[in-house]
């Protein structure tokens, strides 16, 4: 019997994997106006049909990129989305511009492409995982939970 398919995590990722797969009303997860602030170079805004609303900057964005390869990373080096990768300690310290989009489309009617200025453009940040994702106060403590 092949155990190939089995993975070990701790409980916190197990907690947060299950809240990714729990049911979210449809007013939940349908946006009511999409703000993206590329111009002033700050981030999203989204106001949903629910009520509730959501704001991230870009660099948080781009450090919870969905795509499989972003997302693999963020498993290896134990990173929840939006944290950013540790940097590595050098004597001379490089600049990194901050991460702000080059072009923003919108997908179907359910989600956001970003190509970012990184050269990165392969996630799709849909309006589901957005909401998940939120980091209000409200929903920040009930991820805690």
Not at 40 to 50: A, S, Y
Not at 63 to 70: E, G, I, K, L
Not at 81 to 93: F, N, S, V
């Amino acid at each position: 019997m092949s155990h190939e398919g089995i993975r070990i995590v701790s409980a916190e990722r197990a907690r947060l994997e299950d809240l990714e797969h729990a049911q979210m009303p449809p007013n939940a997860v349908t946006p009511k106006k999409v703000r993206v602030k590329k111009t002033e170079g700050t981030g999203v805004e989204i106001e949903w049909n629910d009520g509730h609303r959501s704001v991230w900057s870009f660099e948080w964005l781009r450090n919870a990129c969905p795509c499989a390869t972003c997302h693999e990373d963020r498993e290896k080096t134990n990173r929840l989305p939006g944290e950013a990768k540790a940097k590595e300690h050098t004597l001379l310290k490089m600049y990194k511009a901050p991460a702000r989009p080059l072009e923003v489309t919108p997908v179907g009617k359910y989600a956001l492409k970003f190509k970012w200025n990184d050269g990165h453009e392969s996630g799709i940040y849909s309006w589901e995982y957005l909401r998940r994702v939120c980091r209000c106060d409200g929903c920040m403590t009930k991820q805690e939970l």
